[in-house]
């Protein structure tokens, strides 16, 4: 089996990524092809921001800067940020091309090291011509029209594939992105990954869990969130939270979604397929999506028990929930008083319980939903509820 593993030395992630790739391969008897790509290559290709950080919100950047951190810490690898970064990779990126295959692991590999550890800068001579001469290679080759042409034609082909960010693994013409998705690799692989926290002794008795029915990543995250805590000893607080409300006050697009290039927006129409498949629950993408939610977060926060009923209809079941005549049918069909609960989100208390949630979220550092806020630390996204369960279960 062929695992081929697309990086770029700028991404940081790609570097946690490629610390782990072999290991992985090797439980899972796979090999591993290093397919070096120019990232800023794939960002033009699509059509999309250089610098994606450069238009993230305030809040994003912090929350990203720290899940860094975390998942460098938790995967165990050595991590230093780079005062430099983003640096312009093409001659590094060049030299891993012009390597044999032997070579070019181990190459890689020591690129990785004086970005993301020893704070080098890659575009110093001085600092690429001894790593190259080490690994075989000469930094003149960098320089080579043959090599340049070679990096663009993979950028190229692994971009015409649907490759739009790194770290990116292709098995069987598959693509996941992220490496926090290569549990997903493994499992496709044959493997048997788990990526939830072990149950240990509890320092934090109650978790607050920001959500909107908007999201299917919310959805999702529903599903899971009280299975988890619970197997830590851990309460969940129900925060129901005004996304567009929240991306208003921060500064980001209604919908972000719609502001990806096209092979982001199938990679995530995929991605939502592939987790609901991991935690074996069911799922339909909204076919009235982006959907409006303030009346159903209100009834969340009058019965917070309608919640999970909430989510189905929407995320399963496919039905509007933003009308209230559907709402109130499906609340009905759930055992509820759909009418009495659809009467009660008029009472002005409600209405400034979602507004507080909401100023909360964004208060607290929040830049989407769902996030887990343990004490004052959040975790942003459903793929990150392992970690912060984990977190609420550190000494």
Request: hydrophobic share 45%; charged share 20%.
């Amino acid at each position: 089996m062929q695992l081929r593993f697309y990086y770029d030395i700028v991404c940081p992630y790609a570097y946690l990524a490629s610390l782990r790739v072999e290991a992985l391969a090797a439980r899972t008897g796979a090999h591993v092809e290093w397919c070096p790509v120019l990232l800023g290559g794939l960002y033009r290709h699509h059509e999309t921001d250089d610098v994606p950080a450069q238009t993230w919100p305030e809040n994003k950047i912090r929350l990203g800067a720290l899940d860094l951190i975390r998942e460098a810490r938790s995967n165990g690898a050595p991590f230093q940020p780079n005062p430099r970064h983003p640096q312009r990779s093409v001659t590094a990126m060049r030299l891993i091309i012009a390597a044999s295959n032997e070579q070019r692991k181990p190459l890689s590999q020591a690129l990785y090291q004086a970005y993301w550890v020893d704070d080098q800068d890659i575009n110093d001579p001085a600092v690429l011509g001894p790593i190259a001469a080490v690994h075989g290679v000469d930094l003149a080759q960098a320089a080579d029209p043959s090599i340049k042409e070679a990096l663009r034609s993979r950028t190229a082909d692994a971009a015409g594939k649907g490759v739009f960010g790194v770290p990116t693994f292709e098995f069987n013409e598959t693509l996941w992105w992220g490496q926090d998705r290569m549990h997903l690799v493994e499992k496709a692989l044959g493997g048997t990954p788990s990526i939830e926290p072990i149950p240990t002794s509890t320092s934090v008795e109650t978790v607050l869990f920001f959500h909107d029915f908007s999201s299917p990543f919310s959805y999702l995250a529903a599903t899971q969130i009280q299975r988890i805590a619970a197997t830590h000893s851990i309460k969940v607080e129900y925060k129901p939270t005004l996304l567009g409300a929240l991306f208003g006050a921060i500064g980001t697009a209604n919908i972000p979604l719609f502001t990806f290039g096209a092979a982001k927006q199938a990679y995530v129409a995929r991605d939502l397929q592939d987790w609901a498949h991991w935690w074996n629950v069911d799922f339909n993408f909204s076919p009235t999506f982006p959907l409006r939610t303030v009346t159903p977060l209100r009834v969340a926060i009058v019965a917070p028990n309608t919640t999970d009923c909430i989510y189905r209809a929407a995320w399963v079941d496919g039905l509007n929930i933003g009308d209230d005549t559907v709402l109130q049918a499906v609340l009905d069909n759930a055992g509820f008083d759909g009418n009495s609960l659809i009467e009660a989100t008029q009472d002005q208390a409600i209405k400034n319980i979602l507004r507080a949630n909401t100023e909360e979220a964004a208060q607290r550092g929040a830049c989407g939903v769902p996030t887990v806020a343990v004490n004052d630390e959040l975790f942003w996204g459903q793929d990150r509820l392992h970690r912060a369960i984990a977190a609420a279960s550190s000494p």
